[in-house]
Every structure is written in structure tokens, then in C-alpha cells.
């Protein structure tokens, strides 16, 4: 089925929804579109000669990892990466929201992919829009630059022009979380998708620079180096959420909780910039400017929360990765909800 045709598909179900969700998917269609329409496959790109040396490199670079990916790791087998986008601009906003006086994601409904705990959105005036209109609800949010996205094997995912100054590992790590999605998606699952993506990311990324660059590479160094400072941050994430949920369950008003729950924010800040020193890469470098709120915490926690558990089920399986995903596929299709409630829990 083409991308066009999915598109107009996809329309044919707004009617039936509520007049915001139908302008906001209404607008989510239109700019995938625009992006579906103007990407140029790889190979014009790559005779064209337009591009320097590196950015060719790079795009080459995602063909293997996404062969890797499908060859070595059983990921699905789609047309994603075969077109390129050129852009000047972030290629996506995420919106995450909280209530105030608890750890409690705000959610939208969405049809296809259900539930989920974030907004995606195309430009940054609507998603400041967005996040306004839920600050005026009473609600903490989060606003970020998304650095890739998925439709989930729905469209055909183009190499963005914005990929090709990362290095290496991030570029490998990035893909093969994409590509996850668009392999294993657990619907109304928003934080088990995203760290079953984060963790087969990680381990096929090291995998993949391994068996390229060997395992004494600066390459694989790097990628390493990466998943230290991530479980340091994956650990300072967790601590956070315990001591912000011992707080809120505290038996006082909701007025004294958001009133003192800034001297909480500010204890866990001032232990952030305490372990800053033990990071051995700039990934979460100026996170100690951000203000903190409860979305800002959750939004972290999706990705990264509860890692023990995917990386106790590796070791399990022999550290054999093409097992993980197999393992998923199947019970994303089986349906078996006991096992997905043990799993998650």
C-alpha cells in the first residue's frame, strides 16, 4: 500500500473523532505528508553528489545498520531509510504533561496506537500552544526536540538531513531504536515501547560497532561511555521518583504539597549537580538548568525506566539480542496480558 494512500485512509476515520483530535491529526497528517512527498530516495541523493563526503558516509552507514537490524537482530523488514529529507529544523516535538501533586502522566487517546503519555508535533508554535493550553489546566509539562521518529510501519521513515551530525554510536543507537518500533508495539504501552526500543538500541549498537570497528574501537569506547552516563541518569531518575512519590504520599493537604514541593525539586536538582562529575560524556550536559516538575521526571522515566529488568532478561537468554526481539514479536502477537503485566511489573 502506498504512503499516499494510507494517508487518505487515515482521514477517512477523523470524522468519527471529537473536533480536536480530528484539527490535530488533521495538521499531524498534513505535515507527515509534506515530509512523505519530499523525501528523495537515497540513491538519487548519493549519485547527485550534493552532499559531502561524511553526510554520505553516514547515509551509508544507516543502510547497514538497518540491514543489521533486519538480517541479524529480526527486526520487521520495511522501506524505512530509503528516502532522505532535507530539513533546517527539529523534525518533531514531544509534549508530556503531569498532574501536580502526584506522579501521574496525563494521557491521550489516539486511534490505531491508543493511549500514550507524550504529543507528538510538527512545529514548535503549536506544540508551545499545546503546552500552554495544559499549564492553564493546572498540569506540569515538558516540552523536547524529538531526535527521530516512527510511523510505526505505516509510512516510510526517510533518513533526515539532521541525523547525519551525529556520531556514529548515536546515529547506530537511534536507527536501531526506530526500527523497534516499527517492529514491536505494544498499544496503549507507552513506557514499555519506549525502554524495550532504549535497551535493544543500546545492546545492538554495541553490537553492530563491534563486529565493525572491533571491540577496542574509539567507536565502541563511545557508545559504551554513553551507556554509563545513561544508567547513572537512569539511576539519579529513580531516586527522584521515590523520593518525589514518598512526598506526595505524605498525608497533607494538595495546597501544602505543591507549595513544599519545590524544596523537594531542589534537593534533587542539588543531587544531580553532586554526580556531575562522574559522567564521562556531555550528554546530560546543562540538564542541571532545567527546571524540574513532575512531567519533566516522568518523561525521563519512560525511556529509561526499570532497565534492570530488560537487562536481567538478556542475560537470561544468553545475551542473544535476536532472541529478546523474537521473544516480543511473539508476545505481541499471543496477546498474553499475564505476561506482559509480569513483565512490565
Same mark, same amino acid.
Given at each position: 500500500?502506498?504512503?499516499?494512500?494510507?494517508?487518505?485512509?487515515?482521514?477517512?476515520?477523523?470524522?468519527?473523532?471529537?473536533?480536536?483530535?480530528?484539527?490535530?491529526?488533521?495538521?499531524?497528517?498534513?505535515?507527515?505528508?509534506?515530509?512523505?512527498?519530499?523525501?528523495?530516495?537515497?540513491?538519487?541523493?548519493?549519485?547527485?553528489?550534493?552532499?559531502?563526503?561524511?553526510?554520505?558516509?553516514?547515509?551509508?552507514?544507516?543502510?547497514?545498520?538497518?540491514?543489521?537490524?533486519?538480517?541479524?537482530?529480526?527486526?520487521?523488514?520495511?522501506?524505512?531509510?530509503?528516502?532522505?529529507?532535507?530539513?533546517?529544523?527539529?523534525?518533531?516535538?514531544?509534549?508530556?504533561?503531569?498532574?501536580?501533586?502526584?506522579?501521574?502522566?496525563?494521557?491521550?487517546?489516539?486511534?490505531?496506537?491508543?493511549?500514550?503519555?507524550?504529543?507528538?508535533?510538527?512545529?514548535?508554535?503549536?506544540?508551545?500552544?499545546?503546552?500552554?493550553?495544559?499549564?492553564?489546566?493546572?498540569?506540569?509539562?515538558?516540552?523536547?526536540?524529538?531526535? *527521530? /521518529?516512527? +510511523? !510505526?510501519?505505516?509510512?516510510? #521513515?526517510?533518513?533526515? =538531513?539532521?541525523?547525519?551530525?551525529?556520531?556514529?554510536?548515536?546515529?547506530?543507537?537511534?536507527?536501531?531504536?526506530?526500527?523497534?518500533?516499527?517492529?514491536?508495539?505494544?498499544?496503549?504501552?507507552?513506557?514499555?515501547?519506549?525502554?524495550?526500543?532504549?535497551?535493544?538500541?543500546?545492546?545492538?549498537?554495541?553490537?553492530?560497532?563491534?563486529?565493525?570497528?572491533?571491540?577496542?574501537?574509539?567507536?565502541?569506547?563511545?557508545?559504551?561511555?554513553?551507556?554509563?552516563?545513561?544508567?547513572?541518569?537512569?539511576?539519579?531518575?529513580?531516586? *527522584? /521518583?521515590? +523520593? !518525589?512519590?514518598?512526598?506526595? #504520599?505524605?498525608?497533607? =493537604?494538595?495546597?501544602?504539597?505543591?507549595?513544599?514541593?519545590?524544596?523537594?525539586?531542589?534537593?534533587?536538582?542539588?543531587?544531580?549537580?553532586?554526580?556531575?562529575?562522574?559522567?564521562?560524556?556531555?550528554?546530560?550536559?546543562?540538564?542541571?538548568?532545567?527546571?524540574?516538575?513532575?512531567?519533566?521526571?516522568?518523561?525521563?522515566?519512560?525511556?529509561?525506566?526499570?532497565?534492570?529488568?530488560?537487562?536481567?532478561?538478556?542475560?537470561?537468554?544468553?545475551?542473544?539480542?535476536?532472541?529478546?526481539?523474537?521473544?516480543?514479536?511473539?508476545?505481541?502477537?499471543?496477546?498474553?496480558?499475564?505476561?506482559?503485566?509480569?513483565?512490565?511489573?
Amino acid at each position: 500500500m502506498s504512503g499516499t494512500l494510507k494517508i487518505l485512509l487515515l482521514f477517512l476515520f477523523l470524522p468519527q473523532l471529537g473536533c480536536s483530535h480530528f484539527l490535530y491529526l488533521s495538521r499531524l497528517g498534513w505535515h507527515q505528508s509534506f515530509v512523505t512527498f519530499r523525501s528523495v530516495p537515497v540513491q538519487e541523493v548519493l549519485e547527485d553528489g550534493f552532499l559531502e563526503e561524511e553526510s554520505r558516509k553516514k547515509i551509508e552507514l544507516v543502510q547497514a545498520v538497518k540491514r543489521f537490524g533486519e538480517e541479524r537482530l529480526g527486526l520487521k523488514r520495511t522501506e524505512n531509510y530509503t528516502k532522505y529529507f532535507d530539513t533546517d529544523r527539529p523534525v518533531l516535538y514531544l509534549l508530556t504533561a503531569s498532574e501536580k501533586d502526584r506522579l501521574r502522566l496525563y494521557q491521550w487517546d489516539f486511534p490505531i496506537i491508543g493511549r500514550v503519555t507524550y504529543k507528538s508535533i510538527f512545529t514548535l508554535k503549536e506544540a508551545e500552544k499545546e503546552k500552554a493550553d495544559l499549564e492553564r489546566k493546572g498540569l506540569d509539562t515538558y516540552l523536547q526536540q524529538a531526535a *527521530a /521518529y516512527s +510511523t !510505526l510501519g505505516w509510512l516510510k #521513515d526517510p533518513i533526515f =538531513s539532521s541525523m547525519l551530525v551525529w556520531d556514529e554510536p548515536t546515529l547506530v543507537n537511534v536507527i536501531l531504536h526506530e526500527m523497534v518500533h516499527a517492529t514491536i508495539y505494544f498499544k496503549g504501552e507507552t513506557a514499555l515501547n519506549e525502554q524495550l526500543a532504549t535497551f535493544i538500541g543500546n545492546q545492538g549498537a554495541l553490537l553492530f560497532l563491534t563486529e565493525k570497528y572491533g571491540s577496542a574501537s574509539k567507536e565502541v569506547a563511545l557508545a559504551t561511555a554513553y551507556q554509563e552516563d545513561e544508567f547513572l541518569f537512569a539511576r539519579w531518575i529513580e531516586e *527522584a /521518583y521515590k +523520593t !518525589l512519590s514518598d512526598f506526595y #504520599d505524605r498525608p497533607i =493537604s494538595r495546597e501544602e504539597k505543591l507549595r513544599r514541593r519545590q524544596e523537594v525539586f531542589k534537593s534533587i536538582q542539588e543531587r544531580f549537580i553532586e554526580m556531575q562529575g562522574n559522567f564521562k560524556t556531555s550528554c546530560y550536559k546543562g540538564f542541571e538548568r532545567i527546571k524540574l516538575n513532575n512531567a519533566v521526571l516522568l518523561a525521563h522515566r519512560t525511556y529509561l525506566g526499570r532497565m534492570d529488568r530488560f537487562e536481567d532478561f538478556y542475560l537470561k537468554l544468553g545475551k542473544d539480542l535476536r532472541k529478546v526481539v523474537e521473544f516480543f514479536k511473539e508476545l505481541k502477537s499471543s496477546k498474553d496480558k499475564n505476561v506482559l503485566t509480569a513483565f512490565k511489573e
